[in-house]
């Protein structure tokens, strides 16, 4: 099994950046295609960003440009970096994991977005 923990949200002014973690534990995500997902207020879950083992990235529209998805195989560990945040990506952000045929997901981390 794969636990997933997020960590890295908080309260930050539009125009601002945040670093999200997503730390991997219980088995290698080294092999796994791993994703960003978040879920505004009173909206449903939608995807931000995906990589896969190879490094290969895919952004939602609503961020390219501004957010970039990335690993360290070293540290089980993905991340994603945000800059220039606005107001609509307040969200909680979850981590996503798909290895062996199973997806795992994070707690979530709160990403909160002040004008």
């Known amino acids: 099994q794969v636990q997933l923990v997020e960590s890295g949200g908080g309260l930050v002014q539009a125009g601002g950046s945040l670093r999200l973690s997503c730390e991997a534990s219980?088995?290698?995500?080294?092999?796994?295609?791993m994703g960003w997902y978040r879920q505004p207020p009173g909206r449903q879950r939608e995807l931000v960003a995906t990589?896969?083992?190879?490094?290969?990235?895919n952004y939602a529209d609503s961020v390219k440009g501004r957010f970039t998805i990335s690993r360290d195989n070293a540290k089980n560990t993905v991340y994603l970096q945000m800059n220039s945040l606005k107001p609509e990506d307040t969200a909680v952000y979850y981590c996503?994991?798909?290895?062996?045929?199973?997806?795992?997901w994070g707690q979530g981390t709160q990403v909160t977005v002040s004008s």
């Open positions: 990589i896969n083992p190879l490094g290969s990235t």
């Open positions: 996503n994991a798909q290895l062996l045929w199973h997806n795992y």
């Open positions: 219980g088995s290698s995500v080294n092999s796994a295609a």
